[in-house]
Structures are given as C-alpha cells and as structure tokens.
C-alpha cells in the first residue's frame, strides 16, 4: 500500500501562484510514476501533470506553462507549482501514484482544494 497526502490547497486570486505538494508513504517502490489530476463540480477528474518513469514531465495544453511538476526522492514529497491561476483552475486537486507495469498499483490521496477568484 501507499499514502499519499496532499496538502497547499487554498484560496488565491487569479494571476497569483500556488504550490502543492503530496507527500508519498508506504511501499514506494512499488509505484514509478506519480501525477497530479484535478476535478471541478460537475466536470471529469483529468491529468493536470505527471512524471514517468524515465522523468518526463507531461502537461495538458490548458497548464502547459504555468504548472510545473516536481519531485524530491529524499523526501519522497511530489510538487506541484502552479503560475498564473486562473478561475477555471478551481477544483479539488488529487495527488496519484501507479505503477505502469502493474495496473494494481493505483493509488490516490484524497484532494487538496483549490479556489481562485476573479
């Protein structure tokens, strides 16, 4: 098993930035990509970022530019940095760790809150 816990989620005015960070316990080594998804009131959770296994970052259009992923395997903590927020990048923010060879191993945290007003 693994935990993951997020945490940096709150309210902030658009064009201003936010950091989160999920912070990943437990059998670790069983997981080699870790990502960042998103989902707003009445909408699909979707890929915000991720990183794969060989440490490519891969962004969707809507954040390309202003989100940047990162990790810190000493401190087994994945970031995520977000820049010029928008309202529509309001949403709960989820922390996702999974293993590409194995689809078992799929876990979730349980999602930070991101407000930006306008």
């Known amino acids: 098993q693994v935990q993951l816990v997020e945490s940096g989620g709150c309210l902030v005015q658009a064009g201003g930035s936010l950091s989160l960070s999920c912070a990943a316990s437990?059998?670790?080594?069983?997981?080699?990509?870790m990502g960042w998804y998103r989902q707003a009131p009445g909408k699909q959770r979707e890929l915000v970022a991720q990183?794969?296994?060989?440490?490519?970052?891969i962004y969707p259009d809507s954040v390309k530019g202003r989100f940047t992923i990162s990790r810190d395997n000493a401190k087994n903590t994945l970031y995520l940095q977000m820049n010029s927020l928008k309202p529509e990048d309001t949403a709960v923010y989820y922390c996702?760790?999974?293993?590409?060879?194995?689809?078992?191993?799929?876990?979730w945290g349980q999602g930070t809150q991101v407000t930006v007003s306008s």
């Open positions: 990183i794969s296994p060989s440490g490519l970052a």
């Open positions: 437990g059998s670790i080594s069983s997981i080699n990509a």
């Open positions: 996702r760790g999974w293993n590409t060879l194995n689809s078992q191993r799929n876990y």
